[in-house]
């Protein structure tokens, strides 16, 4: 789904966030959860590829419209909040101007941002 001019620029915000602050992200994009939650969703793509520790997740569901964000457990100090605060105000309004790579290596900004309890809205 992604362009290769969106793909690079996604994996170069993957690629800071692993490098400055040991956060290894990855970004799913698919159409459809079908009666699923995207949290649900995340949850269970995290559980069968077994992510874990200090792993994150971006799941954007591209015809519902939606999205989440799972964090393994070594990342608990980001609150819910912040991860809400990820998703509305740094990858949300990105998604919205069809900047789908920006959209993933923004939330990689942010997702680095809140695991230092920096995070502000976009």
């Known amino acids: 789904m992604l362009t290769a001019a ?44 077994s992510l874990g520790g200090n792993d994150a997740l971006i799941v954007v569901v591209v015809d519902d419209r939606r999205d989440a964000i799972w964090v393994g457990p070594l990342l608990c100090a980001i609150t819910n909040d912040e991860l809400d605060t990820v998703l509305a105000s740094h990858v949300e309004p990105t998604l919205q101007s069809g900047s789908w790579g920006q959209a993933i290596s923004d939330g990689a900004q942010a997702i680095g941002d809140a695991g230092l309890g920096d995070i502000t809205g976009g």
Do not use: C, H, K, M
Request: charged share 20%.
């Open 6 to 49: 969106d793909r690079t620029t996604a994996e170069a915000g993957i690629s800071a966030l692993n490098d400055q602050r040991n956060i290894q992200l990855y970004a799913l994009f698919v159409p459809t959860t079908g009666d699923q939650t995207a949290p649900d969703y995340a949850t269970e793509v995290a559980t069968q590829n």
